[in-house]
């Protein structure tokens, strides 16, 4: 893509459209391997394979387990994928995921944070699970493209949100809460549907990329919007598996 310029919502919208586009036999494979272990349990979970001898962990659970630390790295890996697309590198699948355990501990620990925070947040009290959603929307990123510790990942993240509330939530939030409200419409209208599970776990591997996508673009907006981001020392200097550093 290589347009560094402040964009506007709807701007931002459809370049994460345009790169999903051209982009998207990529992000499916991504998305499809962060699938394969729920789509297994699914499967288990409807047949006699989910009925294991009694005091012994059902096998549907370990697989449930496996798509849990499987998810960081996808998104990870769809965070690196849209990066190098907006810088105008090559997307693949191999290089993505490449970047994506560079430091896996890393990433997978940050995510984690942030999921049983956003929970907590959630089941608890409402808006602290906003508040969460909105101070680590950038987490992926400050991990995977700044390379930072986790706390400084957190830290970083924290400080990009500061004052694009708002937009966060009117771009990421927006973009996730329409995906509930098609998965929800989806399974209510094939409820008695055989196929409802699996076209409705088939709409989610479509679907998820996306937001991952338009939060790389918003994080790169709010970089070049508040630091003065060098465009053309990022255009030289940057490439998918070199990681960003923050402007300081």
Request: charged share 10%; proline share 6%.
């Amino acid at each position: 893509m290589s347009d560094f310029r402040p964009r506007s919502g709807s701007e931002i919208l459809d370049a994460a459209f345009e790169i999903y586009r051209r982009h998207f036999l990529v992000f499916i494979a991504i998305s499809v391997f962060a699938s394969i272990p729920w789509a297994i349990s699914s499967f288990m979970s409807q047949t006699a394979v989910a009925l294991p001898p009694p005091g012994t962990i059902p096998p549907s659970s370990l697989i449930v387990l496996a798509g849990i630390f499987i998810a960081p790295f996808t998104e990870g890996a769809i965070t690196a994928a849209a990066s190098a697309a907006y810088l105008g590198n090559p997307v693949d699948f191999s290089t993505a995921f490449r970047v994506a355990f560079t430091r896996p501990g890393r990433l997978f620990f940050a995510m984690c944070v942030k999921w049983i925070a956003m929970g907590f947040g959630f089941v608890l009290f409402l808006v602290p699970g906003f508040i969460v959603f909105k101070r680590y929307f950038a987490l992926p990123m400050t991990v995977v493209l700044e390379d930072n510790a986790v706390g400084d990942a957190i830290s970083r993240s924290r400080t990009l949100s500061n004052g694009n509330g708002s937009r966060i939530f009117a771009l990421i939030g927006g973009v996730f809460l329409f995906t509930i409200f098609i998965s929800w419409s989806l399974g209510t209208s094939l409820a008695s549907v055989t196929l409802g599970t699996p076209i409705r776990l088939i709409l989610s591997t479509v679907v998820s990329p996306f937001s991952t996508i338009v939060a790389t673009l918003l994080y790169y907006d709010i970089r070049i919007r508040r630091e003065g981001y060098d465009i053309e020392l990022m255009t030289q200097a940057l490439s998918a598996t070199a990681p960003l550093q923050p402007v300081r």
